[in-house]
C-alpha cells in the first residue's frame, strides 16, 4: 500500500466515538436520539453516527437511529465481504469521485461502483422499514410516549397498527453517514444533516474539508432523512481507490457543528481531539470526548452530541506535530488580521486629534473607537495566550515521547538521594 509518496506501508487504524443524551433533552426527560458506532479490526474500519429526528411526530427515533447504525455496520461489512471477493474490488484505481442525484454524469450513474453502492443504501433502507415495522407492531406506547406526545400522532400511530400494509417510517426517522476503510479503498456516504470531516496530510501540512456532497436541502431545522419516500436518492457519497488516504475521519451530529460552527472552530475541536488520542491513547481519549459532549451541549447547542472517528495510529505522534503546527498557522493567520485592524483603529482614534476640541458626536464615534480597539486587545491577548498553550502542549509531549537524558552527574545525584530515602523508611 503507498501513501502518495511511493512508500510501502501497512494502514493501521483504530477509533473512537461517543454521543450523549443533549441538554435540552436531559431537562424535559428526553431519551437521547443520537446513536454512534466506531470498529477498526480485520483490515475494515467504520465510523456511523445516525441522529434521530427531535420533532414530535418522530417520537421513536432514538430507536430508529439504533436500529439503523446496527443494520448499517453489518451491511457494510457484509457490502465488503462482496466487493472484495474478486482480487480487485470495484473501487480499485478509482480517482476521489463525488456523487449527488442532481450532478450525477450519465458515466457515474451507469458505473459498477455506483450500481454496488445503491445495492447498499436499499439495502440499509430496505432493513431498517422491517426493523422499525417489527418493532412498532409488537411494543406498545410507552408511559413517557402516553405523557408525552402529542394525541394526534398517537391516534395516527395506533391506526397504523390496525393496517397490515401500514409503515412507520416517520415514527422511528433519522439521519445516516458512514465512513468505511479498508487496505485498498474508502468510501463514505450521508443522508441527512451532520459533518463527515477529512484530515489529510498534503503536502506535509494539514489539511481539513469534507468530502461528501453537502445536501443544501440540509437548512436549519430541515433536513432530508431515512424515513423520507425517495430516501435512496437522497443519499450522497464519495469514494477513492489507493494510494490516497486520509489519517482521520470524523463524524458528527448537528449538535455538534450547531455549537462550532462550519470551519476551523469545528476542524479546531477535531484537531484537538487526534492530538488527545496521541497524547493519552485511545481508551483515555474516549473517555475525555464522554465526558466532554454533555459539557459542550449545555453551553453550546443543547441538543444531543454524536462523535465517530476512524485514524491512523502508524504515526500519530509525528502527526501531533503537524496537527499543532496547523493549529499554529491558523492562529497566526487571526493574529495578522487582528494587527491589522488594530493598527487601523489607531489610525483612526489618532486623526480625531485633541478630545477637547470635538463636538458631541465626534466624542462619541471617538468613545466607539476606543471601545473597539479594547476589544480587539482582549481578541489578541487570547490569541497570544492559546500560541503560548500551543507551544507549552508541544513542550510537555516532546518531553513525554523524548526524555531530555540525564548526565553522570545528575544520576549519581539522584541514586544517593532516593539511598536516602530508603534509610528514612527503615
Known amino acids: 500500500m503507498t501513501n502518495g509518496t511511493n512508500k510501502f506501508y501497512v494502514i493501521l487504524m483504530d477509533s473512537i466515538y461517543s454521543f450523549c443524551e443533549g441538554e435540552s433533552h436531559r431537562l424535559c426527560n428526553k431519551p437521547c436520539q443520537d446513536y454512534a458506532y466506531a470498529d477498526s479490526s480485520e483490515g475494515l474500519s467504520m465510523a456511523i453516527v445516525s441522529d434521530g429526528h427531535g420533532g414530535e411526530r418522530y417520537f421513536r427515533s432514538d430507536i430508529g437511529s439504533k436500529f439503523i447504525v446496527n443494520i448499517a455496520k453489518e451491511a457494510i461489512r457484509s457490502f465488503v465481504e462482496t466487493v472484495t471477493k474478486e482480487r480487485q474490488s470495484v473501487f480499485h484505481g478509482e480517482p476521489f469521485t463525488q456523487y449527488t442525484k442532481e450532478s450525477a454524469t450519465d458515466s457515474q450513474i451507469n458505473s459498477i461502483s455506483h450500481k454496488m453502492l445503491t445495492w447498499l443504501f436499499s439495502s440499509i433502507i430496505s432493513q431498517w422499514n422491517v426493523a422499525v415495522a417489527k418493532h412498532a407492531r409488537e411494543n406498545d406506547l410507552t408511559e413517557w410516549e402516553l405523557s408525552n406526545v402529542d394525541q394526534k400522532y398517537k391516534d395516527e400511530f395506533l391506526d397504523m397498527r390496525n393496517n397490515p400494509e401500514a409503515t412507520f417510517e416517520k415514527t422511528y426517522g433519522c439521519t445516516l453517514m458512514a465512513y ?44 432530508t432523512s ?201
Open 180 to 223: 468505511v476503510q479498508t487496505q485498498t479503498f474508502w468510501f463514505a456516504f450521508h443522508i441527512g444533516d451532520g459533518k463527515l470531516v477529512r484530515m489529510s496530510i498534503v503536502n506535509n501540512k494539514i489539511e481539513f474539508d469534507q468530502p461528501v456532497p453537502w445536501d443544501n436541502r440540509c437548512f436549519l431545522n430541515k433536513t
Open 226 to 426: 431515512i424515513c423520507d419516500s425517495n430516501a435512496l436518492e437522497e443519499f450522497r457519497y464519495c469514494y477513492q481507490g489507493a494510494d490516497s488516504f486520509p489519517i482521520a475521519v470524523f463524524l458528527g451530529s448537528d449538535g455538534l457543528d450547531d455549537s462550532y460552527g462550519d470551519g476551523n472552530q469545528l476542524y479546531n475541536f477535531y484537531a484537538n481531539l487526534y492530538k488527545q488520542i496521541a497524547k493519552s491513547g485511545r481508551k483515555e481519549a474516549q473517555n475525555v470526548l464522554k465526558r466532554a459532549l454533555p459539557k459542550i451541549s449545555k453551553i453550546a447547542s443543547k441538543d444531543d452530541m454524536s462523535v465517530a472517528c476512524v485514524y491512523d495510529d502508524l504515526n500519530i505522534n509525528e502527526n501531533f506535530y503537524l496537527v499543532t503546527a496547523y493549529q499554529r498557522e491558523i492562529l497566526a493567520d487571526k493574529m495578522t488580521l487582528l494587527l491589522d485592524e488594530n493598527q487601523k483603529l489607531d489610525e483612526k482614534i489618532n486623526s480625531f486629534g485633541l478630545e477637547e476640541t470635538l463636538n458631541n458626536k465626534e466624542r462619541i464615534d471617538l468613545q466607539y473607537a476606543k471601545n473597539d480597539c479594547d476589544k480587539v486587545d482582549k481578541k489578541i491577548k487570547r490569541v497570544k495566550a492559546k500560541l503560548k498553550e500551543l507551544e507549552n502542549e508541544e513542550y510537555a509531549f516532546n518531553n513525554k515521547n523524548h526524555p531530555p537524558k540525564q548526565s553522570t552527574k545528575t544520576r549519581v545525584k539522584n541514586s544517593r538521594t532516593l539511598a536516602k530515602l530508603k534509610k528514612i523508611k527503615k
